[in-house]
C-alpha cells in the first residue's frame, strides 16, 4: 500500500519554470515505477513521464520531451517533475502515481494516485 501527496503546482508565465514533488508514505517506494501524467479540462488524462525503480529509467512523452526531467530520490521516498519552458498547453492538474509493473505508460497500469495539484500557464 502506498500514499502519494503531491505538491508544488502553480501559477507561472509562458516560459517559466516549476518543480512538482510527490512524497509516497509506505516503506515499499523504491520497489515501485513512478509516474506523472496530467488532465486537461475536458480532454482525458495523459502520460507525461515515467521513471522505473530498478535502474532510475526515465520516460517522456513526445509533448515533454527536452522541457521536463523526472527524477527520484529513494531515501526521501519523493519523486521530482522538474517542468520547464512551460507553455498554455501544460496547464492541467498533474498526478503523480506508482505502479509494480517494470515500465508503463498506461494509466490502467497504475494502482495508486495522488490527489493532483495543478499547474497553469498564463499566456
Known amino acids: 500500500q502506498v500514499q502519494l501527496v503531491e505538491s508544488g503546482g502553480g501559477l507561472v508565465q509562458t516560459g517559466g519554470s516549476l518543480r512538482l514533488s510527490c512524497f509516497a508514505i509506505?516503506?515499499?517506494?523504491?520497489?515501485?515505477?513512478m509516474g506523472w501524467f496530467r488532465q486537461a479540462p475536458g480532454k482525458d488524462r495523459e502520460f507525461v513521464a515515467a521513471?522505473?525503480?530498478?535502474?532510475?529509467?526515465?520516460y517522456y512523452a513526445d509533448s515533454v520531451k527536452g522541457r521536463f526531467t523526472i527524477s527520484r530520490d529513494n531515501a526521501k521516498s519523493t519523486v521530482y517533475l522538474q517542468m520547464n519552458s512551460l507553455k498554455p498547453a501544460d496547464t492541467a492538474v498533474y498526478y503523480c502515481?506508482?505502479?509494480?509493473?517494470?515500465?508503463?505508460?498506461?494509466?490502467?497500469?497504475?494502482?495508486?494516485w495522488g490527489q493532483g495539484t495543478q499547474v497553469t500557464v498564463s499566456s
Open positions: 502515481a506508482a505502479s509494480q509493473i517494470i515500465w508503463t505508460r498506461m494509466d490502467y497500469d497504475y494502482a495508486y
Open positions: 509506505g516503506r515499499t517506494f523504491s520497489t515501485y515505477t
Open positions: 521513471i522505473t525503480a530498478p535502474s532510475g529509467s526515465a
